[in-house]
Antibody, heavy 122, light 108 residues
Framework: QVQLVQSGTEVKKPGASVKVSCKAS????????LHWVRQAPGQGLEWMAW????????NYAQKFQGRVTVTRDTSISTAYMDLSRLGSDDTAVYYC???????????????WGQGTMVTVFS | EIVLTQSPGTLSLSPGERATLSCRAS???????LAWYQQKPGQAPRLLIW???SRATGIPDRFSGSGSGTDFTLTISRLEPEDFAVYYC?????????FGQGTKLEIK
């Protein structure tokens, strides 16, 4: 079945970087956009970025420009979200989510990973 | 950036009752690129409705979406115990994609 499996919990110090992975299975990895969304404890959902795993194209929310980088390794159907210069307000659950096909119209987020908890504290 | 405002913030109802959740956009969402998600504690969000009114795979027909332009509604016709959760609307018409702040549906 179609699923996204993310890497495990991370604990980081302020100023460090974190890299979260998202492994896709059950579908053609390069055929669908992947998005990254985060959720701080007790808060709502915040969109961060989308990527086209086939071309490598990315689009980042302005809030994260310069701090976030999304990459992928198509040989293992895995996407990565790297967030640098972490602060305490980056403590959150980070989700990857699959949208529609790269050749199609904009689409909602149909499939979600289980989430990766990132805690930033000194 | 399209700002989505959901109301009410919290809705207290009993099983069997009808729930109506609202999502208002700061500007028109073209092509009805508006989705609704359900999230339970400790779980990832689950897509309920896409394209403002199309149910996602496996979603019961007691969930329905309506609206266009700037005003959208999620209706749950008869609440089941498992429906008590937080609901988010989401526009995917333009970047940055945005979410509403959520409506918590709680048992009365």
């Amino acid at each position: 079945q179609v699923q996204l499996v993310q890497s495990g919990t991370e604990v980081k110090k302020p100023g460090a970087s974190v890299k979260v992975s998202c492994k896709a299975s059950g579908y053609t990895f390069t055929g669908h956009y992947l998005h990254w969304v985060r959720q701080a404890p007790g808060q709502g959902l915040e969109w961060m970025a989308w990527s086209d795993p086939g071309s490598g194209d990315t689009n980042y929310a302005q809030k994260f420009q310069g701090r976030v980088t999304v990459t992928r390794d198509t040989s293992i159907s895995t996407a990565y979200m790297d967030l640098s210069r972490l602060g305490s307000d980056d403590t959150a659950v980070y989700y990857c989510a699959r949208a529609g096909t790269v050749s199609g119209v904009p689409d909602a987020l149909h499939i979600w990973g289980q989430g990766t908890m990132v805690t930033v504290f000194s | 950036e399209i700002v989505l405002t959901q109301s009410p913030g919290t809705l207290s109802l009993s099983p069997g009752e009808r729930a109506t959740l609202s999502c208002r956009a700061s500007q028109s969402v073209s092509n009805n690129y508006l989705a609704w998600y359900q999230q339970k504690p400790g779980q990832a969000p689950r897509l309920l409705i896409w394209g403002a009114s199309s149910r996602a795979t496996g979603i019961p027909d007691r969930f329905s979406g309506s609206g266009s332009g700037t005003d959208f509604t999620l209706t749950i016709s008869r609440l089941e115990p498992e429906d008590f959760a937080v609901y988010y609307c989401h526009q995917y018409e333009s970047s940055p994609r945005t979410f509403g702040q959520g409506t918590k549906l709680e048992i009365k």
